[in-house]
């Protein structure tokens, strides 16, 4: 026969390991997820390096396009810079204010963005677009952790172990 308190003691001990393991956040990271469910994609474990980047081919002039983002306070994006090969519809044609524009080797950037969101909606290009991840040197194509056409949620959010353990390290693919 099992000593009550024994028991008691298991019963404590699982609960609270159920609470810690899937409610206590844990690990800050920039989380890809469906809109409509929050469901987790994937992540990138945010560890002192706090800019990523993404890349795309652009749909109509078919060139490359790199937008940069950094978190900062509040769990917020911003993109800090834009850089693209080509002048044609649907790219700017000048810096809004406080911002710099440059032309260098033929390709255009707007620096010293401060744009920031909590989060922003992308539709995953199924043909052209490419879309890439670029994190610390590392090329990671986004149709490697989610379906092309698919669009998902890009924001910081802080994981708990459970996340973490369902979720894709897009680092560690």
Not at 70 to 75: C, F, G, H, L, S
Request: aromatic share 14%; with cysteine.
């Amino acid at each position: 026969m099992i000593n009550r308190k024994f028991f008691v003691f298991l019963l404590l001990s699982l609960l609270g390991g159920i609470i810690f393991f899937t409610c206590i956040p844990f690990q800050k990271a920039v989380i890809f997820e469906m809109p409509s469910n929050h469901q987790l994609l994937a992540y990138i474990p945010l560890d002192g390096k706090q800019t990523f980047q993404i890349q795309y081919t652009h749909s109509i002039h078919l060139s490359e396009v790199r937008e940069t983002y950094q978190v900062i306070e509040d769990d917020r994006l911003q993109l800090v810079e834009l850089m693209y090969e080509d002048m044609a519809i649907g790219m700017p044609q000048d810096a809004s204010e406080g911002e710099v524009f440059e032309k260098i080797d033929g390709k255009y950037y707007i620096k010293n963005m401060r744009r920031t969101f909590y989060s922003f909606d992308l539709r995953v290009g199924q043909v052209i677009a490419n879309h890439r991840l670029i994190y610390q040197n590392h090329v990671y194509p986004f149709h490697s952790f989610v379906e092309p056409g698919t669009t998902i949620r890009i924001k910081v959010d802080t994981l708990t172990l459970w996340e973490l353990w369902k979720g894709v390290n897009v680092i560690e693919r």
